[in-house]
Every structure is written in structure tokens, then in C-alpha cells.
């Protein structure tokens, strides 16, 4: 006789500002005595807390007639062949309780709660207790009904027949369980059948079954099943099926035809309300952008019609425009409800950034024909200002020092279409400690940015419905002043969009993005250096850049449960092609040697492009193995023989390389004398760095990290100056600077301060046979630790 089983619902089946500096000579950190003897002297006293630390496990204070759990074993017992790393994977899952914590043999969580002397009634007994962990008892583990558990794990992966014995193995003041599972090879899927009574529910289930996850040949798995059941409700959902619950669906089981097989039948329940099998329409649609949580959504107010929605307020006094919140509201009367729809209103609504909440409400429509909702839009607004003051002070590894101010005014409605104006104003002083020569410099920086809602086009441009487009201006002016050196003034501004294609991928083109730069005040000091340096010289002439730049962003971090999460970036951004062309359709020759200008201007003519992608293995137990590779090329052609100051490429610091200053690597084999000119770092036109860290946790918010950075900065082979080695194949691999060290970091969730201590393993600059310095390494040594150490503060994890 067949075995048929009815799987009842499923259940009876079963931010980059960082402050940076050097160690000083006084940071000693290892102490020692003539002829060895503080070796000695460590060894004992290490030994000696070894037996200190041991001897106060707490369990000399468990009660007389219980022992410490410390964990359980599972041991797989079978005839065939199977996937023993997973079916142990699952069958761990079920193993309670957790036992006490265990670092190298030794519990230190139950050693402060264990701690004798102290009084638990008193405010340090107190503070002791809860930083430490109650002993886990072999008195709270029930062996035999873990057992249960694990073969109901493994029955829902399709080893129906398990058995699962256990053995506890007892030592002095400890014990631990063995669990034994004896286990076949798991049924897999025979076929899916449909028996759907209702003839347009099974209409719409058919025709989507080719995207059915249960497969033919797969094991069978209860998760599988579930995840089914919810991707047919949202197809379901999106043909207005919009009472429909998984639980409405049902698989049966028979095990019966063929050998280590089963045959899984979908049917309806017995018994679901006529609502389920209804499909919806929307009748009436609601819209109040300027509701309170206090408030009730029913109360009586003022409203008015608006392209057959109802606006709840008055007209006149509408904070956005009505056609505005119509562009992202994708419920309309007499349609028939679609949850993607839905989920698109609400995503759109939020992404505005004028609402601190948005919600939906969906009721039956009080007509006479059935099959109708009227839905509500909720919008509960954020202040249309918004005024921001930051302070600032900031320590860079070149020894700069001092505050920095940001002033900024946020209006997120400014014409009416949830625009958003953001006019910032900031200002830094920053002064070289311990220098004579009186080195100071000061800025300060008006900026004005207009973002759109909306792509601002003659023409129409199709995104993804899921998210806002956005059209940007911005214009700014910064102006630095380097105290006995010269004033640099930059104009720039920039228009562009910026679109999301799905939750992960994200571009951005600027068609225009227009920079001018000017140096005065040139101090004859300022000149004697670059007079000494052709290359630095030519990269701080006069500067007008018009281009366009373009970005494409993949990242996958956002999504839950991901093992392997991934980052990649595109960037790319070219200037003075078009003014080139124009001076070459009127007959003008365009040259480095005699370069042409715009507006009585020398306009900078070149290509840039970089990649980088991340990758983020998460181990478990919350540490993380993350890695990064940077490359990037740039070139300067036509009009200019080197590239803009502020389009080159710079390595070193603690987003880069961390265990060299900041800017200070390269280019190629060159060796900058940072000490001299701290600000006049020389970068290059291609760039390479590698980083690998593994993060873990230490305790709550404290994390830690391990990580070795490498890469550098190279001239391009036809670049006119001679500073470094040029960028070449067969060499750039032994030219790399190579860093490592460790990390802390205060990690609160929204605000992240690092810590990372670094030295260096490979300097590029050394000759060829000479550059790995590791031999070199004296951390006793008050003068090597002074030259090679680097710690490095800043907000934010380095990638």
C-alpha cells in the first residue's frame, strides 16, 4: 500500500575624514634587561599566570552533584555514501545548550562569574557577574530529547529514517555528550504535480511553473518547500490575489514509487476563505503627505480630487506638488492590484528623503461589487531644514594639525518637487607641529548642490521603477592658502545623474563637470621647488579641466546571509576632447609643446580609468576575511604633456597602504623626502594596490584585524620626466611597497574609529636585493620603531 502523508502548512512533516600620525620615539612597548635576563624574567611571570589563570577556572565552585557541560559530538554512522559535512551541518543545529566559552582551555566569561570572594549582593559583585557567563550544567542538556531534534533536522532534508543514539562522557568536574546518527543517502524529488481545484489559481500556478524551485533529481528539502510556497504567493500577489497566504498551499508526499524517492502533489487546503481566490482591484486611492503618527488615519479632514485621487488637505496649501508624489504612487483606481506595484510606491516614496515614514493601508471597498480596495498612503514628513555644524580636529601624518568647521543648510523642498538645495560652507586651519619655518595653511569652501527627482532631459531616458532617478548641480569655490608658499584658488562645476538599476547596481554620468584652477602668490621658496622638479612644476600650472566622468557601482554587501559578498566599481572620465576637436576643425594645430587655450586659458586634455573590487568572506562567528585590488591608468595626449595635479594617482596612507604616510609611495623606485615637502607629494599615472585583513571580534564592540597591504605608483613610459622608474611589465612586481600590521577598531554600528599600527615589509626605493626590509625589524629598537611605525586613526573601515 502506498504511504501517502499530508504535509499540514509544512510543520507536521518534520566616512572618510581620519586623523593620522607616527609613533613617537617615547611609545616603548617591550622592556629588557642586560644579558637576557628579562627574557627569563617574561617566561616566569608568563608561566606563572598561566597557573594563576588556571587554577581559577570556577570549578572548584560547581555544585557537588553536577559537572561543567563542555560540548557535544556528533558522529555519522551509514552504508552509504553521502555529503557528511552537510548532513552535519544540519544536525548541529540542533545541539542545546551552547557550553561556556572557551579561549586555549580556559573560560575567563565563567571565571568572573565563578570568582570566589566577591559578594554578588554588592555593586562590584554586581558589575562581576554581568560581564561574566553562568556555568552551563550537564543537569540542563537533555540528551534524548536533542536526539529527537537532530533526526527531525535531518528527516527535513529527506533522511526520513534516521537513527540518532547518544553516550555522555564524564570526567572529574566536566562532561560532554557524543551523539551517534545513523543515516541513508536523503530521498530525492521524483516529480511535482499539480492538483489546484480552482480552475484561475491553477491557471496562474501552471504558467509559472518552469520557475519552480524543486527540482527533479534534487534531495528533497522542508526549506526548498517553504521557499516554493512564498514564490507562488508573490506570483499570486502580483495577479491580485491579494488575501492569498502561503499556508493555503499544501505538498503531498509519497514515498512509495520509486526507490529512495518521493513524488510531491501541490493542492489547495480544504478550507480557505473566498477572499483567497479573489482577485482585487483598486477602487479609491487615498493620499495624505502630511500625516501623524498621533493621528488617526480615518478622522475627518479636508480633501480634494487630483487626476482621480483623493489628496487629503488643502490645495492651495500642498506641501510637494501632487503630480510630484503621483510619479512614485503605482497604485491607480480600476487597476488590478500588483504587490510589485505596491513595493515600488512604497520604495519610490521613501527615496524621496522628504518622508520619515511611508505606509500603506488596504481595506475593502464599501461599493456593491465585491472585489475592490481602497488603499491609503501615509506620509508622515521630515522638516523641510535642516542645519548641520561640524567640528572637527584633524592630525595627518605629515604632522599637520587643527580644526576644521562644516556649516551646512539642507532645504529638501525648494521649489515644491521635493528638490533638495544643500548650501554648505567649510573652513580648516591647519599648522606643522615642532616646525621652526612657521608652516601653516587655512581654507575655506562655499558649496552649493541642487538635486532633482527626476531625470532633467529633452528627451525620455527608461530606468528601473523601483527607484528615483536623480538629476544633480553643484557649483563650489575653494580657496587654500599655504602660508609663505602661494594661494590656490578652484572653481568647479558639475552636472550629472545618477540611477539605480536594481537594489545592487548603481551608475553615474556627469556630461559636464568643469574645474579652474589658478596659483598665485608664488613665494620664491614655492619656486625654487619647483624649479628643482620639471614634473611637480608642469602639474601645478594653470588648470582648466571640462570633461565628463562615468561610474558604475556593483555591491552585494546590503543582502542578508550572503557567504561571499562582492564589490566592484568602474570609473572613467575624460577632459579636452571636444575643445581639441573644435581648434582642429577651425586649422589649429593642438600640441603639449605649444598648448592651445580656451577663455585665454591652457586646458588640460586626458583619459582616466580605475576598477576596484572588494571581497568579503564571512568565516562565521563574525569574523570576516576581506580583500581588495585597485587599478588604475590615466593618460595625458594633445594639449597636455602631464596630467592635472588633481587627477593624478597617490598611494600610501590609511585607506591605502597603511604603513607609509599618507601620499608618500612612488613614484616607481623614487624616494619622497616628505619631512621637506610635506605637501608636495608627486604622484603618477597608474596605480596599483593590493589589501587582504581578517576581522574578528574581541568583545561587543571592539574588533580586531590582521591585514598586509601592497601596491604603488608609476609614470607612464612616454611621460617627459625622469622621476622613478616608468610603469613597465617585467618590473613593476619588485616594485611594490609592501605593509602589514594589526588594527582595533570601536565599532558602534553608525560610527566606526580604527586604529591600525603598521610597518613596513618592502621599500621600493632600496636597491633591487635590499628592498624587503623584514630582516630589519626591531621593535626594541627606539629608533626603528620611530622610522617604521605608522599608526593610523580614521573613521570608517579602510575598504
Known sequence: MNKLKSIQGLTNFSSPLGARGHIQNNSNFFFTSPQGEGLGVRCGFFLFLLFILSSCSGL???PKDDKLYTGAEIKLETTERVDKGKIKSVATEALRPEPNKSYFGMRPQLMLYMMPGENPKTKFGKWIKKRGDAPVLMSQVKPQ?????????????????SITSYKIVEKKR?????????????????ELTYAIRDTNLNTVIMSEKEKSFIKQGDDYNLDVLKIERKRIDAVLKDKGYFY??????????????????????????????????????????????DYSLKEKSDSAQNSFIYENNIFVGNEDNMNINPKVILRSVYLKKNDVYVRENHNITLNRLMSMGSFKFVQLKFSDSDTTATGYLDVTVLMTP????????????????????????????????TFRGAEFLNLSMAGSFEAQLGNKKNLYSYSWNPQAELTLPRFLVPFYIKTNSLYIPKTRFLLSYNYLKRVNYFDMNTFQFIYGYKWKDDIKQEQEVNPMNISYTTI?????????????????????????IAGASYSFTYNDQMIPGKKVQFYFQLRAETAGNLFSLLKTIGGEKVSAENPSK????????????????RNYLNLGGKSKFATRLFAGAARSYGNSSVLPYSKQYFSGGPNSIRAFPINSVGPGTYLQNTDVNSFLQLGGDIKLEMNAEYRFDIYKFFKGALFVDAGNVWLQKTNPTSIGTPFLFSSFMNELAVGAGLGLRVDVSFFVLRFDLAMPLRKPWLPENQRWVTNKIDFTSPTWRSQNLVLNIAIGYPF
Open 174 to 190: 566536566t562532561a560532554s555528550v557524543v551523539y551517534s546518527s545513523f543515516v541513508h543517502k536523503p530521498y530525492t524529488v521524483n
Open 244 to 289: 492569498f497566504n502561503p499556508d493555503y498551499l499544501l505538498f503531498k508526499a509519497d514515498t512509495s514509487v520509486v526507490k529512495h524517492s518521493i513524488s510531491l502533489k501541490m493542492t489547495l487546503k480544504d478550507s480557505i476563505p473566498e477572499s483567497a481566490i479573489t482577485v482585487y482591484r483598486i477602487n479609491k486611492v487615498i493620499i495624505n503627505q
Open 598 to 613: 580656451v577663455v585665454g586659458s591652457v586646458y588640460s586634455q586626458y583619459f582616466k580609468m580605475s576598477v576596484e573590487g
Open 520 to 544: 598665485g602668490n608664488q613665494s620664491d621658496t614655492f619656486k625654487a621647488l619647483l624649479d628643482a622638479n620639471p614634473f611637480l612644476k608642469k602639474s601645478y600650472e594653470e588648470q582648466f
Open 60 to 62: 572548584s565552585h560547581l
Open 382 to 413: 521630515m522638516p523641510n531644514y535642516n542645519f548641520q555644524a561640524e567640528l572637527d580636529l584633524v592630525t595627518k601624518s605629515n604632522d599637520y594639525s587643527g580644526p576644521r568647521i562644516n556649516l551646512s543648510l539642507l532645504d529638501r523642498n
Open 145 to 161: 530529547a536533542t536526539g529527537a531534534v537532530i533526526d527531525a533536522k535531518l528527516f527535513n532534508i529527506g533522511i526520513f529514517n
